[in-house]
C-alpha cells in the first residue's frame, strides 16, 4: 500500500467510525486512534512521511474554524473568567510542572527543552473534547466550557512552546523579550483575523452563490493561519477571530438559508474527514516513532509514565479549587458564566482534558538541531520528547476518552434538558410575535383578503408551535397536531408526485438527442421544489 492508498483508507474510515461509535457508544476521535495503531502494525503499511513542519497549517485552520462555527463572541465574553483560569493560567502551570519533572528525570534534556515538552502536552485538545464530551450527553454549558478551553489553550501553549524552541536553539531567553512575544502574538492574531473576516463577509456578498461562499469559507481559515503567521502572530488565534467574526450577527444573511445549509453541511463533512485523518495518523505515527527510536522506548517509560501522571493530576488539582471560586462567584454576582455546579460535574470536566492533534503536531515539529551559537549538534532530547508527548496524547485520548461515557453514566451527569426547553419556548415566543409584527406591517402597505391575512398569521403561529409545543394548551396543541400531520400528509403525496416527476427527467437523461445539462437544470429545479416541500 501506498501513501495515497492508506490517505483514502483513512478517509473512508473517518466516514466508518461515526456512525460505528454512535452504535457502540465510543468516541469516534479515539476510534480512528485505536484504528490508525492497528494499521501501523501491518507490515505492508507504509510509514507516514508528512513533514511535520505542515502538520498544523494542513489540520488546526479547519478544525479550529469548525469548532468556532458552534459558538459565539457573547459565549466568550461570558465565559472570559473560566477561560482565562482553564486556557491560559492552567497551561502555564501545567507547563511548568511537566517541564521540572521531566527536567529531573530525563538526562540531557535541558530546561529548554522541557519547558518546550511541558507546553505542548499542556493544552487538552478542542477537537478531541468536543467530539468525546458532545456525544455523552453532557450539560451544553460543560461542553460550551472545554470548547472555550480547547479553542483558547492552543494559542497560550503554542507562543510558550516556539519561546522554549527558540531558547533551546539559539541557547539565549530573555523573560521581557518573551512577554513582549506573547502579547505581540495577540495583538497581530486578532488584527489579522478582524481583517480577513471583514473582508471576507464583503466578498461573500459579491459572490452571491452558495456554492462559490461556501468554497471561500474553506480557504478563508488557511489564509488567516498563515498571515498571522507569518507576521509572528498566532494562526490559531487569527482562525478564530476571523470564524467568530464571520458566524456573528452581523455578519450573517438571516435570508441566505441556500448559503447557510450548504455551509453548514459542507463543513460537517470537513470536520468529519479532517478529525478522522488527524486521530487516525496519531496512532500511525506512534509505531513509526517508535520504531525509528535510537533510544530505548523502555528507558523513557517511567518517565512518560510521570510525565502523564502529572498532567492529570495537576489538572484535577487545578479545577477543584477554581470550579469552586468559580460556583461561589457565580451564587453572590449571578454571573452568566458555562462552569461546572457541583463536584461530578467538575470530575467529569478534568477527565475530559485529553491531549491530541495540536500535541503529536508540535511534537513532531521540535526542529532537529540547534544553531552553532548554542553548540550545534542534535536537539538535546528530541526522541525523548516525542516519545514522551506521544505517550501523553495516547493515555488520555483513548483511556480517558474510553472511559468518559462510563465516567459520566457513573456520575449521573446528565444534560440540562429543561434549560433547553425553556430557551426554545422563549425563542418560539419571539418567532411568534416577530411573525405578527411583519404581518401587521404587510397589511398596512397591502389589501390582503381576510382568509389570507387569517391563512398566514396561522402558519406563521404554527411555525413557532412546532419550535416548541409548550407555548400552547392543550387543546389547541391537539389541534396543531392534526394540522401538521395534513400537512405531512400532504407533503408526502407531494413528494411522490415529483419523484415520478424525478424519474421521468432522469430517465430522458440517456435518451438519444437529450441535453444532459438541460435535464440536470430541470432536476435541480425539482430537487429544490422537494426540499422546499412545494
Not at 454576582?333 to 495540536?358: F, H, Q, Y
Not at 400528509?489 to 407531494?494: E, F, G, P, V
Amino acid at each position: 500500500m501506498d501513501q495515497l492508498a492508506l490517505f483514502f483508507a483513512l478517509l473512508l474510515a473517518a466516514v466508518v467510525m461515526v456512525p460505528l461509535g454512535d452504535k457502540i457508544g465510543l468516541p469516534s476521535p479515539v476510534l480512528m486512534t485505536i484504528f490508525g495503531g492497528v494499521l501501523a502494525l501491518i507490515p505492508s503499511i507504509p510509514n507516514v512521511s508528512l513533514p511535520p513542519e505542515f502538520i498544523l497549517p494542513l489540520v488546526l485552520p479547519p478544525l479550529i474554524y469548525a469548532a468556532a462555527q458552534r459558538t459565539s463572541w457573547r459565549q466568550f465574553a461570558a465565559n472570559k473568567r473560566p477561560i482565562f483560569l482553564m486556557a491560559v493560567a492552567l497551561v502555564f502551570v501545567t507547563t511548568a510542572v511537566v517541564a521540572a519533572v521531566a527536567n529531573a528525570l530525563v538526562p540531557g534534556l535541558g530546561l529548554a527543552g522541557a519547558v518546550a515538552l511541558g507546553a505542548l502536552v499542556a493544552p487538552p485538545d478542542p477537537v478531541a473534547a468536543t467530539a468525546v464530551a458532545g456525544n455523552v450527553g453532557l450539560p451544553r454549558r460543560l461542553v460550551s466550557a472545554l470548547e472555550g478551553e480547547g479553542l483558547f489553550n492552543d494559542v497560550t501553549a503554542i507562543t510558550l512552546y516556539h519561546v522554549a524552541i527558540a531558547a533551546a536553539v539559539t541557547g539565549t531567553f530573555s523573560p521581557a523579550m518573551a512577554a513582549g512575544e506573547l502579547v505581540l502574538s495577540g495583538v497581530v492574531a486578532v488584527a489579522v483575523g478582524l481583517a480577513l473576516g471583514w473582508a471576507a463577509n464583503k466578498l461573500m456578498g459579491y459572490l452571491g452563490d452558495a456554492t462559490l461562499q461556501t468554497g471561500l469559507t474553506l480557504l478563508v481559515p488557511f489564509a488567516s493561519y498563515v498571515l498571522a503567521e507569518e507576521l509572528k502572530g498566532s494562526g490559531v488565534l487569527a482562525v478564530l477571530t476571523t470564524a467568530l467574526f464571520l458566524s456573528s450577527g452581523r455578519a450573517v444573511d438571516a435570508d441566505d438559508v441556500q448559503g447557510r445549509l450548504a455551509g453548514q453541511t459542507f463543513w460537517s463533512i470537513v470536520d468529519t474527514l479532517v478529525t478522522g485523518i488527524a486521530f487516525g495518523l496519531i496512532g500511525l505515527e506512534l509505531h513509526t516513532i517508535v520504531g525509528t527510536m535510537q533510544q530505548d522506548w523502555k528507558a523513557l517509560l517511567p518517565a512518560a509514565l510521570a510525565v502523564v501522571a502529572v498532567v492529570v493530576v495537576v489538572r484535577l488539582l487545578w479545577l477543584l479549587p477554581s470550579a469552586w471560586l468559580a460556583q461561589r462567584l457565580h451564587q453572590k454576582k449571578d454571573l452568566d458564566e458555562d462552569i461546572p455546579r457541583n463536584w461530578r460535574e467538575t470530575v467529569v470536566v478534568w477527565w475530559s482534558g485529553m491531549r491530541g492533534v495540536a500535541s503529536v503536531a508540535l511534537a513532531l515539529a521540535v526542529p532537529l538541531s540547534v544553531d552553532a551559537e548554542a553548540g550545534g549538534g542534535d536537539f538535546p532530547g528530541r526522541e525523548a520528547i516525542i516519545f514522551i508527548a506521544f505517550a501523553v496524547v495516547l493515555v488520555t485520548l483513548v483511556f480517558q476518552g474510553l472511559t468518559l461515557p462510563w465516567l459520566v453514566r457513573r456520575l449521573n451527569v446528565r444534560s440540562d434538558s429543561a434549560a433547553e426547553r425553556e430557551l426554545e419556548r422563549k425563542l418560539a415566543i419571539r418567532v411568534a410575535k416577530a411573525a405578527r409584527r411583519r404581518l401587521k406591517e404587510i397589511e398596512e402597505v397591502e389589501d390582503l383578503p381576510e382568509e389570507v391575512s387569517e391563512a398566514l398569521a396561522r402558519r406563521g403561529w404554527d411555525v413557532a408551535v412546532r419550535i416548541s409545543p409548550e407555548i400552547v394548551d392543550e387543546e389547541r396543541r391537539s389541534a396543531h397536531v392534526e394540522r401538521v400531520a395534513r400537512l405531512k400528509k400532504m407533503r408526502r403525496l407531494q413528494g411522490e408526485l415529483l419523484s415520478a416527476a424525478r424519474h421521468e427527467v432522469l430517465a430522458a437523461r440517456g435518451e438519444p438527442g437529450v441535453d444532459p445539462e438541460v435535464v440536470d437544470r430541470i432536476l435541480h429545479q425539482l430537487d429544490v421544489r422537494s426540499f422546499r416541500g412545494v
